[in-house]
């Protein structure tokens, strides 16, 4: 690494610089990384460099950063996470789930409150496109990017669909990520992923803006993580009263 570059760009790097070692085993969770300065040393960086690189690997929930102790690798990503995403992209992938998580949630409320029949077609044909690949053993990448871009025309709101549009090779990215990555796995982590894509679109035949809000936020979210760990525990849903 060189100085020369903007921090904000040394850090993406610094950020997948750990995220390899991780990933190939070399730090191991539970064990401690080296500490800020001497990353800062081994990479010709600053302190605030490496700071805001282990802040955003904390916030994916990859390390865990403990006061006056230092940061311990919490979750080793899958080895094939490095095989399919896009090397130098990888910070900006994650960011893109992060913004998405906030973005699409609240699409989803307002689909739910604004969606017409034919909206309702359209994200049933295209969940019934997602349920069609995990029986044919496909990806499903196409049918997934239409199920989001059918909520977000159900906004009524231009910009929802501008916004998506505008993300849509990070988005791309992201989803053929994760769902080959759950495709590797098995069979009921797909199905598992099915249902998460059901849970919203139920909540917005309802027209309950809350439970589409949250079920899109939960969605996302377990996406993210399931990018990022060896295995991840869906959120359980509120019982009903």
Not at 91 to 113: G, K
Not at 133 to 154: C, L, P
Request: with cysteine; net charge neutral.
């Amino acid at each position: 690494m060189t100085n020369g570059n903007a921090p904000e760009r040394l850090a993406d790097q610094l950020y997948e610089k750990v995220l390899a070692w991780i990933v190939q085993g070399a730090v191991r969770p539970g064990e401690k990384l080296p500490s800020e300065a001497a990353l800062g040393r081994q990479f010709n960086v600053s302190r605030p460099v490496v700071r805001e690189a282990l802040s955003r690997l904390q916030a994916d929930g990859v390390i865990n950063c403990r006061r006056g102790s230092g940061s311990y690798v919490q979750h080793r990503p899958k080895r094939e996470f490095f095989d399919l995403a896009p090397i130098g992209g990888i910070a900006d992938l994650m960011r893109c789930f992060e913004y998405r998580v906030a973005v699409e949630a609240a699409a989803a409320a307002l689909a739910a409150t604004r969606r017409t029949t034919q909206d309702l077609q359209a994200i049933r044909q295209a969940l019934k496109g997602m349920a069609d690949a995990i029986d044919q053993g496909r990806v499903g990448t196409e049918a997934d990017i239409q199920f989001h871009q059918a909520i977000a025309v159900a906004t009524k709101n231009r910009l929802f669909e501008s916004t998506l549009a505008s993300l849509a090779d990070y988005t791309q990215a992201g989803i053929t990520v994760a769902r080959n990555l759950s495709l590797r796995a098995n069979k009921q982590q797909l199905l598992r992923v099915q249902q998460e894509h059901q849970i919203i679109l139920d909540a917005i035949v309802a027209q309950d803006a809350d439970a589409a809000r949250d079920a899109m936020q939960t969605h996302l979210s377990n996406a993210r993580i399931r990018i990022l760990s060896d295995s991840v525990e869906p959120r359980e849903e509120e019982p009903e009263t």
